[in-house]
């Protein structure tokens, strides 16, 4: 830290990792640093000099764990289907998947599948209102707890997460949720704000909100996408969250 308390920037450079073995009585590192520049940026009125680092203590003889494979074991039962108790028909596409996985990652599913609904009994669920590869998605989440990746998001990846933003809603699978509320303002502009907002809006989605309407009211912005047809439907369908981007373009007027 400099003389003022804060992270140096001046001297500040990677050093990479130094290991001192037990029993060398050699514990310091002259190469780390020349004195004169220790004494004229680091130390301080009172003589003090304060370092920030990271210190690892290595076991003798350590025997490492692997990484944890439940994503893939879990993503394999998905594929294969064994033990499989329920299936679901969505577009004509069946998917055969296990109660227990989906009522332990979702509170809908276990309200349908072990509670008092039709559902509970019933071996094959017909699904409305959704595609299959909005379901597949859903569904590999469930089991791995992986986002998908570019290459599965199709020729609309922007549609497609918002079709799966949907479904986490739908589902209350709320880590799902802020994984497609984030995807989407990673992609923000001008041409995809008003889809992005109106999904915030649909599916309670604040933070996605909060930012898509900071990046709608800058003048250059919204002077591109005021007279679009977007946001003439966005004026239609949800009103008060104009009535947001009129208060927060007023105030940004104010600021200036």
């Not at 400099?2 to 050093?15: C, M, Q, T, V, Y």
């Amino acid at each position: 830290m400099d003389k003022a308390g804060e992270p140096s920037l001046n001297l500040a450079r990677r050093i990479g990792v130094h290991v001192f073995h037990a029993g060398n009585r050699k514990l310091g590192w002259p190469q780390f640093l020349r004195q004169a520049d220790l004494a004229k940026v680091y130390l301080n009125d009172e003589g003090h000099i304060t370092f920030v680092c990271t210190v690892m203590v290595l076991r003798r003889n350590p025997i490492p764990a692997p990484c944890s494979d439940i994503r893939e074991h879990l993503g394999s039962l998905l594929n294969r289907g064994d033990g499989s108790d329920v299936s679901f028909v969505v577009a004509g596409e069946t998917f055969r998947a296990h109660r227990a996985v989906l009522a332990a990652r979702s509170p809908v599913f276990r309200v349908e599948l072990h509670g008092s609904m039709a559902e509970a009994a019933t071996p094959s669920i017909t699904q409305q209102d959704i595609t299959p590869a909005t379901f597949r998605a859903m569904l590999r989440f469930m089991y791995t707890d992986a986002f998908p990746g570019d290459d599965e998001l199709g020729e609309s990846p922007s549609e497609t997460v918002q079709h799966l933003l949907a479904a986490a809603d739908r589902y209350a699978l709320e880590r799902l949720k802020l994984m497609c509320a984030q995807k989407l303002w990673e992609n923000v502009s001008a041409e995809t704000v008003v889809d992005a907002l109106a999904c915030a809006d649909m599916y309670s989605c604040p933070e996605l909100k909060d930012g898509c309407i900071g990046f709608l009211v800058e003048e250059k912005i919204f002077r591109k996408v005021v007279l679009t047809e977007g946001f003439l439907n966005l004026w239609q369908k949800f009103p008060s969250t104009i009535a947001e981007v009129r208060e927060r373009i007023v105030g940004h007027d104010d600021d200036d």
